[in-house]
């Protein structure tokens, strides 16, 4: 069982940066698929960005790239999400997530269902 614990979320102001972490309990990072997802109320949990635990390739949502960068310390087992230029749009819960590394693409990565283990989210507010 692999836990996995949120942090950084706070209430900003359009254009702020704002960096948040994802802690994980094992060993998981150097062998995951490391992910953010954010969700609204009354809205489906959305992908935002990704990273493959051994390579490092990225991936991101079209509605955050040029602003996000997902980042991670297998040594320190935790994934990062620097988010600049922050904008109304991207207030949400955000969610740190992990599946198991395996031969899916991009497209395979950006489904919430591809992911196993889920944290319980930090909430991030921005005020135009």
């Known amino acids: 069982q692999v836990e996995l614990v949120e942090s950084g979320g706070s209430m900003m102001q359009a254009g702020d940066s704002l960096r948040l972490s994802c802690v994980a309990s094992?060993?998981?990072?150097?062998?995951?698929?490391m992910g953010w997802f954010r969700q609204t109320p009354g809205k489906e949990r959305e992908f935002v960005a990704a990273?493959?635990?051994?390579?490092?390739?990225?991936y991101y949502n079209d509605a955050v790239k040029g602003r996000f960068a997902i980042s991670k310390d297998n040594n320190k087992d935790t994934l990062w999400l620097d988010m600049s230029n922050l904008e109304p749009d991207d207030t949400a819960k955000y969610y740190c997530?992990?599946?198991?590394?395996?031969?899916?693409?991009?497209?395979?990565?950006?489904?919430?269902?591809?992911?196993?283990?889920w944290g319980r989210g930090t909430q991030v507010t921005v005020s135009s």
């Open positions: 094992a060993r998981t990072s150097s062998s995951h698929v």
């Open positions: 990273i493959r635990g051994i390579s490092g390739v990225t």
């Open positions: 997530a992990a599946a198991a590394a395996g031969t899916g693409g991009e497209s395979y990565y950006r489904l919430r269902t591809s992911y196993k283990y």
